[in-house]
């Protein structure tokens, strides 16, 4: 075979041992499946996931195409249509300077119709269309011609597939918030769908909004035999924007959450075809004993604390901050009540003055903003159509409420950028409540994390794409969770004490039920109560368990003077961690984790303790997370010897086995035809320097040095630090570690290979357009220099 042909049989091989995305792939011991792409068989960013809950199908918006997964038999090869933009279209999409990537039908939108219609939207090349789409057949209604019945998606869709979107259906009627104009400038939360007269939008202020990105929508409904006051349904919206109200040089960004009534149908003369009842206010998400607040709004995850009572909803929200200079993730709840006392405060004064003082405009009645009910009614008021034009001027100037929504942390965790959140509740509503968060990150792994009383304890960590693939859908489904991404679904079992299968795992799910029964080696649902105190140290005594999760065993790492290693603290509570060391000046702190450069005066034991509490506790309790004793080892070994396991390792060893044989494949090339005397493209030499034959073909060419191969077979990534707006990288780290108090966590990949296009992440299945495989100085992690594993480290240079 040619290296040419090599070349093109190891490129597939390699990506697909890479990926993992040869065969459907089965997660062990988690009744967990994942889709790779070769499942979808080229269709690829998906976008938006809808849930037919009673037949257990998942529609699935894609690039091009609408897909239907059944949840319940998962091997079962997904339905597709196909809904492509024409030629022409795409031309004129071209012509008016957008990319050959954005001017393709991005599916944006599914929300099922009253009919039993799933009503479908796309971006549709910059033009956005909606279609309706038959879930029994599974098939786009048509015209009386036979094309697609399609309607504009103006104000329903986003023009741009990767511009921030929410929708929700309300008893048949659609409310979005969206863009609503070709530049991406306009932005809108309308009615969108319902009779002509009623569709209405947000007034054209930047007090209404101010360059916002929408995050989440949720309809609370108000039951029809439990509503003594008559109050009228209402949709919340969630998003990220602009602050107005600060005067500041820099732009600083506030999350938002603001309320619409659904009867609301605009004003008589003031707000015409425009909300009455808009109403905004701030989200704090903020830990006040160290003055932390996370101000950028990810996702918002909406539940019922007593199932059946919307006056039990609380929001889930998933937060980050615009002033930290490294990925810190952080979670707060936010209840209906405490949202609907801010909507029903003082409103904030927004005119601007040069006096001192200012009076604000007095409050005119009836009150401006407030919903429908039995009160307003008995006055005259059945419609906002009957409201005086001083209420609908002062809620057109007055927008913006006083008071704030605030709430403190459940959790933080740095160095971790979460990008999507689900909630499961434990327990009834009578007694104290525990969470399971099940958070989505960045690189494709889905986090399980527990949330009993002031306790915050990270369950497990579970890879579940590559790296370059972010989990942007999760939908909690009859114990299972269904992940996305922008080219995978994976079908992951998210309830039971089963899930954990030793005994220090299931202890750190003592909070939620869960046993370890020694007869069965089993973790077992029991309804004993857990006792007081700490139940997760308790449970793991009973493991019989060196390790505590406040009091863990200290670990011997043989390091040599010179080498670089991290050293791992897992940090979950608000509350900040300190190390304790010899104090030596080569140390440096990466969020909770500290940075080692050993020396003699540097030997010893490290130890690190965080802050447990709830969000409320004033004075926290320190538990210890993690100890390290630093022993000096022999340096003079030469290579580097270390045990690993997995499909990239062995990924690598035939990359460099066929690149062996391709190396070699050349040089037999080269010696054939220096033995025939001729050598294609290179003049042979002068007889008169025979002497010196052949050296000017082979003896200033130096074979190219490849890295050592052993050195290549660790999973690792770029440490990268941001200079001036510019991110740099300095060094490549295997930070591979088990975090969270104490337990066993999947390893997950993080590779230099990337598949997705940055420019607008838009993803394909696979580019191995970039072969490259670098490696500079080691940063070590403290679970790879355990003398057990017998890892040998050879110095830099």
């Known amino acids: 075979m040619s290296p040419g042909g090599v070349v093109l049989v190891l490129v597939p091989v390699f990506c697909c041992l890479l990926y993992g995305n040869c065969l459907p792939a089965t997660l062990p011991g988690l009744d967990g499946t994942i889709l790779g792409p070769e499942t979808f068989k080229g269709v690829t960013n998906f976008s938006t996931f809808h849930l037919d809950r009673p037949s257990g199908t998942l529609f699935l918006g894609a690039r091009d195409a609408i897909l239907a997964v059944d949840t319940k038999n998962l091997n079962k090869q997904p339905k597709k249509i196909v809904w492509e933009v024409p030629e022409e279209k795409r031309t004129s999409c071209l012509a008016k300077g957008k990319t050959e990537e954005d001017c393709r039908n991005y599916i944006r939108l599914l929300e099922f119709l009253e009919n039993g219609q799933l009503y479908v939207c796309g971006t549709y090349a910059f033009d956005p269309q909606c279609v309706f789409l038959e879930p029994s057949s599974f098939t786009l209604e048509k015209t009386k011609n036979g094309g697609v019945k399609m309607e504009t998606g103006k104000g329903k869709c986003p023009f741009e597939p990767s511009q921030h979107y929410t929708a929700v259906m309300a008893d048949g009627i659609l409310y979005t918030a969206a863009t609503s104009n070709f530049l991406g400038t306009v932005f809108d939360i309308s009615r969108a769908t319902g009779p002509e007269q009623e569709r209405i939008r947000t007034e054209q202020s930047l007090s209404w909004l101010s360059d916002p990105k929408f995050v989440s929508s949720s309809f609370i409904k108000q039951p029809v035999d439990n509503n003594p006051t008559g109050d009228d349904d209402k949709i919340y919206f969630f998003f990220t924007e602009t602050a107005k109200e600060y005067d500041l040089y820099t732009k600083v960004k506030v999350p938002r959450v603001a309320r619409v009534c659904k009867s609301d149908v605009g004003g008589m003369k003031t707000l015409q075809r425009r909300w009455t009842t808009f109403l905004k206010a701030q989200l704090v998400c903020e830990d006040k004993p160290s003055g932390q607040r996370y101000n950028v709004l990810i996702d918002v995850f909406t539940t019922q604390h007593i199932p059946g009572d919307p006056s039990s909803t609380h929001f889930y929200g998933l937060f980050t901050s615009q002033w930290e200079p490294e990925d810190v993730s952080a979670v707060c709840v936010f209840s209906l009540s405490d949202i609907s006392k801010v909507m029903d405060g003082p409103f904030k004064e927004l005119k601007k003055s040069f006096e001192n003082w200012n009076n604000p405009d007095p409050v005119p009645t009836p009150r401006p903003g407030q919903c429908l009910n039995n009160a307003l009614k008995a006055d005259g008021f059945e419609s906002s159509l009957k409201l005086p034009d001083k209420v609908l001027t002062f809620v057109r100037d007055h927008p913006l409420m006083e008071n704030s929504v605030t709430a403190a942390p459940l959790l933080v965790r740095k160095g971790i950028r979460y990008t999507k959140l689900a909630v499961n509740l434990k327990g009834s509503a009578e007694e104290q409540q525990a969470a399971v968060l099940h958070l989505g990150t960045d690189r494709g792994e889905l986090h399980q994390v527990a949330v009993v009383g002031q306790n915050t304890t990270l369950l497990q960590e579970i890879p579940l794409f590559s790296s370059t693939e972010p989990v942007n859908n999760i939908i909690l489904h009859q114990g299972r969770a269904l992940v996305g991404s922008p080219l995978s679904v994976a079908r992951v079992q998210t309830q039971g004490c089963a899930l954990y299968p030793s005994c220090e795992v299931c202890a750190r799910a003592r909070g939620l039920g869960c046993v370890w029964s020694s007869e069965h080696k089993t973790c077992q649902l ?55 060391y010899p104090l030596h000046r080569h140390t440096r702190q990466h969020n909770s984790d500290l940075e080692v450069t050993v020396t003699e005066d540097n030997l010893g034991r490290y130890v690190c303790t965080c802050q447990e509490g709830g969000p409320n506790v004033r004075e926290p309790t320190p538990c210890l997370r993690a100890a390290y004793h630093l022993i000096l080892e022999d340096p003079s070994v030469e290579g580097w010897v270390e045990s690993t396991k997995g499909r990239h390792v062995l990924a690598v060893y035939i990359l460099f086995f066929f690149m062996g044989l391709l190396l070699g494949a050349c040089l037999f090339y080269f010696v054939y035809w220096r033995k025939r005397g001729a050598i294609p493209g290179l003049r042979r030499p002068d007889n008169s320097l025979s002497s010196e034959k052949g050296r000017e073909l082979l003896g200033s060419t130096a074979t190219p040095q490849s890295p050592s191969s052993a050195s290549l077979l660790s999973d690792g990534f770029r440490l990268t630090e941001k200079r001036n707006g510019t991110t740099t990288s300095t060094t490549t780290t295997t930070l591979l570690s088990n975090h969270g108090n104490g337990g066993h966590h999947g390893n997950s990949y993080s590779g230099s290979l990337n598949n997705s296009n940055p420019s607008n992440g838009l993803y394909a299945n696979c580019n191995t357009s970039s072969g490259e495989l670098k490696l500079s100085s080691e940063i070590l992690a403290a679970n790879r220099l355990d003398g057990s594993m017998g890892v040998v480290v050879r110095p830099e240079g």
């Open 526 to 580: 029991s309804e004993a109560d857990p006792g007081p105190g700490d139940v997760i140290d308790n449970a793991l005594k009973k493991c019989g368990a060196h390790e505590r999760r406040c009091n863990p065993s200290t670990r011997d790492l043989k390091v040599f003077i010179g080498l670089r290693i991290l050293l791992p603290c897992v940090q979950l509570s608000p509350r900040p961690c300190s190390w304790e």
